[in-house]
């Protein structure tokens, strides 16, 4: 079982749509995680980071289940420009521990 | 905003021969990291560093892979021969530790021919 699962897409959207992308997680031992948007060959930026109680950033908002191990994205009203790879992202704890990657879901937003 | 840059932007170099990729870390952040992203697959981990010593490395990260912190700002990340397979994107990347977010530089491309 891969570590970190994604659709990968892509989902093809109007703008204005709204669209959820799902992540699983494998290793329970997880603390920390995060989505990441990755434009074509450049690097990943930081979305936002998921907390267990869910947060919102505008139009996006995340959640967490820490018991089914699972992470969404929620995007509201979108544009354009959100169209991208949509990275979910895990981290162990502890200090310097490597984030592990999904295969990420690719995001296309139409007129 | 301070930014983790990386040089250079793209390198060719042939199969056997070695590489350097380079680095320059947020300046006041103490963990630095090494990824790397086939083209098509997905962003995987190489190796972390703190304290001028290896943390945690991938098995991606065998003998031919070696990083270094040669003064207060560059991080380096040297391959000795470079293989056809190690043609990719390495990112660089750093943070303050405690679970904080990292911060990705744009990357060098590496192909190998």
């Known amino acids: 079982r891969k570590e970190v699962e994604q659709d990968p897409g892509p989902f093809n959207v109007p703008e204005g749509a709204t669209v959820a992308f799902n992540c699983t997680y494998s290793?329970?031992?997880?603390?920390?995680f995060f989505w990441y948007r990755q434009d074509c060959r450049k690097e990943p930026k930081l979305l936002m980071s998921?907390?267990?109680s869910g947060n919102e950033d505008g139009r996006f908002t995340a959640q967490l289940n820490r018991a089914s191990q699972y992470i969404s994205l929620l995007i509201r009203d979108s544009k354009l420009s959100d169209s991208a790879t949509y990275l979910c992202?895990?981290?162990?704890?502890?200090?310097?521990?490597?984030?592990?990657f999904g295969t990420g879901t690719r995001l296309q937003v139409t007129l | 905003e301070p930014e983790v840059t990386q040089t250079p932007s793209h390198q060719v170099t042939q199969m056997g021969q070695e590489v350097i990729l380079r680095c320059v870390p947020i300046s006041n952040h103490l963990y630095f990291y090494w990824y790397r992203q086939i083209l098509g697959q997905k962003v995987e981990f190489l190796v972390s560093?703190?304290?001028?010593?290896?943390?945690?490395k991938s098995e991606i990260f065998d003998d031919q892979f070696s990083v270094e912190r040669p003064d207060g700002s560059n991080f380096t990340l040297k391959i000795r021969s470079t293989k056809l397979e190690d043609s990719a994107m390495y990112f660089c990347a750093s943070d303050t530790g405690l679970n904080s977010p990292l911060h990705f530089g744009n990357g060098t491309r590496l192909t190998v021919t």
């Open positions: 998921v907390y267990s």
């Open positions: 560093f703190y304290n001028n010593e290896i943390s945690e």
């Open positions: 290793n329970s031992a997880s603390q920390s």
């Open positions: 992202v895990v981290r162990r704890s502890g200090t310097a521990s490597k984030l592990t």
